[in-house]
T-cell receptor, first 114, second 116 residues
Framework: KQEVTQIPAALSVPEGENLVLNCSFT??????LQWFRQDPGKGLTSLLL?????REQTSGRLNASLDKSSGRSTLYIAASQPGDSATYLC?????????????FGTGTRLQVTL | NAGVMQNPRHLVRRRGQEARLRCSPM?????VYWYRQLPEEGLKFMVY????????ESGMPKERFSAEFPKEGPSILRIQQVVRGDSAAYFC??????????????FGPGTRLTVT
């Protein structure tokens, strides 16, 4: 059974800092890994998807890395801004096929202060 | 290209009533997933459907819950005889057919169900 854990559970940083969010998974036979952002009372916004054959993906100030063998992924946020405040979730598919249900991590609640 | 649409956004039901949640996937997407987020908990998978087929319902409670994705129209998640424990945010996601789009799931804004 796949279990996904995120550390830390909550994080508060001043504006401008670079930060790293961690995601670990117990079964390394994953097809891909997806990072999402969820604002309070809102839906999920997909940030980055890393295929199992890739080691990292970048989008703007976000960089996600994937190390399948160690069962870990990190989301790096450069020059954080108050608008980055949200809960960040990582998720992996449970099946081996290209379309499969996701197992979500527990989330990291980020607050960026002025 | 509109994103995943869900309605209603908020739904209030009394105990014992029925709740119907609708999800329209993104254009061209043939896979629909339903997830539930209980208060202060993470998202949990409920059911995965393709047009007219339930592919995986391993996360659905055995009683009172059902889902469909008809040939025409939105996917429906139906909860009969709701109880207070059904109060949660229900999210729908869609993804393109296999072999396209790298299996990225796109989520709707969710329906927040409150049972009084």
């Amino acid at each position: 059974k796949q279990e996904v854990t995120q550390i830390p559970a909550a994080l508060s940083v001043p504006e401008g800092e670079n930060l790293v969010l961690n995601c670990s998974f117990t079964d390394s036979a994953i097809y891909n890994l997806q990072w999402f952002r969820q604002d309070p009372g809102k839906g999920l916004t997909s940030l980055l998807l890393i295929q199992s054959s890739q080691r990292e993906q970048t989008s703007g100030r976000l960089n996600a890395s994937l190390d399948k063998s160690s069962g870990r992924s990190t989301l790096y946020i450069a020059a954080s801004q108050p608008g980055d405040s949200a809960t960040y979730l990582c998720a992996v598919p449970l099946g081996k096929g290209t379309a499969s249900k996701l197992t979500f991590g527990t989330g990291t609640r980020l607050q960026v202060t002025l | 290209n509109a994103g995943v649409m869900q309605n209603p956004r908020h739904l209030v039901r009394r105990r014992g009533q029925e709740a119907r949640l609708r999800c329209s996937p993104m254009k061209g997407h043939s896979h629909v997933y339903w997830y539930r987020q209980l208060p202060e908990e993470g998202l949990k998978f409920m059911v995965y459907l393709q047009k007219e087929n339930i592919i995986d319902e391993s996360g659905m409670p055995k009683e009172r819950f059902s889902a469909e994705f008809p040939k025409e129209g939105p996917s429906i998640l139906r909860i009969q005889q709701v109880v207070r424990g059904d109060s949660a945010a229900y999210f729908c996601a869609s993804s393109p057919p296999q072999g396209q789009g790298a299996n990225e799931q796109y989520f709707g804004p969710g329906t927040r169900l409150t049972v009084t």
